[in-house]
């Protein structure tokens, strides 16, 4: 332990930083940007940052979508403060993180996430070289070589309308190229979740990866098992929902990445049914996503793990389960077998455990059950599923139209559509045992069975 330290110490005191040279400062007039476009909390926050003497910019992915014409869903911001510094000057805001610690100050309806920027230092890693804390603090050049691509480090002053550029990023911005700053295997190996933003911002951005980013990907996806399942579960979760979700995946095929993250990805892809099944779903995502309409994590990864459910759910029925054990035994297996990889979160495993085991409901259509189906709290979802399966060819396309005009007609056409409704269906009712002579109690004396 003491000869790691001092290896530690002395590495730290012969790194010399390399930093890059004197930045372009590019005019409000060139980028393009106005003042108006930018969140009005995020100015605040730099302007009172600002005022006490601190530097302070609205860094990576506000500015490079606002370069391309995308409205940024938040606004980061970079300082010259210190966590504790900059917690001092806003009154509900709070410190988070361990890996390397930020700032989150609510502003209204949003939260601006301030850091202070990083020195180019070396900082603790593991076996594999994975940054596993980064809280040593520096100056913006250096802040600016430790960023990961040269889109996202171009720093931005609501205050002048300057952007500081210290890699050429606005350039590779307009030549459609998506660069790594520094050695693409060393950075990869700092934070292997590079390999999957690279993938994601270049299919959001329009981007072509850097062939230099872009070769060690295949070799170096391994990486990716010693990434904490959380943290790899939100980065996917990024990707899935970034509007981009099928040439996401596309991408991830096409450099080897898409092993381990879905550990049942491959399965599915290699089954026509289910295949065709998998594209509907994220082409349906991005439809929403891109028409700014509420999407579903839950449904989402409930469908991309639909297909295996379902060989297993008739894999168990074949070894003689019940249906209803089956499923969920099914449901279990698929979900444990995720886990390995993705921390789904409690809440999302239970949204895609309740969209499966509605499905097997829809199939009965008398009785009682259609009236008690409907008013489930999750019907719609679980009929939006359904309809995602028959437009894969998995179930008639007249099932979900029968469920959807029952679920929107009075009470004599429900009557008729229930009259109508396949007779084999119906619930099959428990054999009552009688004694010899036709009384109405069973061999055991009791009285008949409520069927």
Excluded at 11 to 38: F, M
Excluded at 112 to 140: M, P
Excluded at 376 to 385: E, I, V
Aim: hydrophobic letters at 40%; proline letters at 6%.
């Amino acid at each position: 332990m003491i000869r790691k330290l001092l290896r530690k110490v002395f590495a730290r005191r012969a790194a010399k930083p390399i930093l890059p040279g004197e930045p372009a400062r590019i005019s409000a007039d060139q980028h393009g940007i106005r003042r108006e476009q930018v969140s009005r909390a995020a100015i605040k926050v730099c302007a009172t940052l600002q005022d006490h003497g601190h530097q302070a910019y609205i860094v990576g992915g506000a500015i490079r979508d606002l370069l391309i014409g995308q409205q940024p869903k938040d606004h980061d911001i970079a300082t010259s403060a210190t966590p504790e510094e900059v917690r001092a000057l806003f009154r509900r805001s709070r410190i988070i993180g361990r890996r390397f610690k930020i700032v989150h100050v609510p502003s209204g309806a949003e939260t601006i996430e301030v850091s202070t920027f990083r020195a180019n230092q070396s900082a603790e890693t593991d076996d594999h070289g994975r940054v596993l804390a980064d809280n040593i603090y520096g100056t913006q050049a250096e802040d600016a070589i430790r960023r990961d691509f040269t889109v996202n480090a171009l720093y931005y002053d609501p205050t002048t309308g300057i952007i500081v550029d210290y890699h050429h990023g606005v350039a590779d911005l307009r030549q459609k190229t998506l660069r790594m700053i520094g050695e693409p295997r060393v950075r990869y190996r700092e934070d292997p979740v590079r390999m999957l933003r690279a993938v994601r911002l270049a299919a959001k951005l329009g981007l072509i990866i850097d062939p230099a980013a872009r070769a060690p990907i295949r070799e170096m996806a391994t990486l990716l098992e010693n990434v904490p399942s959380a943290r790899l579960f939100d980065e996917m979760l990024k990707l899935l929902m970034s509007g981009n979700a099928v040439r996401c995946i596309e991408q991830l095929r096409e450099d080897g990445l898409h092993h381990g993250l879905l550990p049942l990805l491959d399965v599915i892809l290699d089954q026509p049914a289910g295949e065709r099944f998998i594209w509907l779903a994220l082409e349906n995502t991005d439809e929403r996503v891109r028409a700014d309409k509420s999407v579903s994590p839950g449904f989402l990864f409930a469908a991309l793990l639909w297909p295996e459910v379902t060989r297993k759910w008739q894999e168990r029925q074949s070894a003689g389960e019940p249906p209803y054990p089956a499923l969920f035994g099914a449901m279990d297996d698929t979900l444990d077998t995720q886990a390995t990889q993705l921390a789904i979160t409690r809440r999302i495993a239970g949204d895609i455990k309740d969209l499966w085991a509605l499905q097997p409901r829809f199939d009965k259509r008398t009785g009682k059950m259609p009236f008690r189906l409907i008013e489930h709290p999750r019907f719609r979802a679980g009929w939006d599923f359904l309809n995602l399966r028959a437009a894969a060819g998995g179930v008639a396309q007249e099932l979900p139209d029968w469920w959807d005009r029952f679920a929107h007609a009075g009470h004599d056409e429900r009557e008729a559509l229930l009259r109508a409704a396949p007779k084999d269906e119906a619930p099959r009712r428990k054999r009552r045992r009688r004694k010899p002579g036709g009384s109405g109690a069973d061999a055991s004396g009791a009285p008949p069975a409520t069927p």
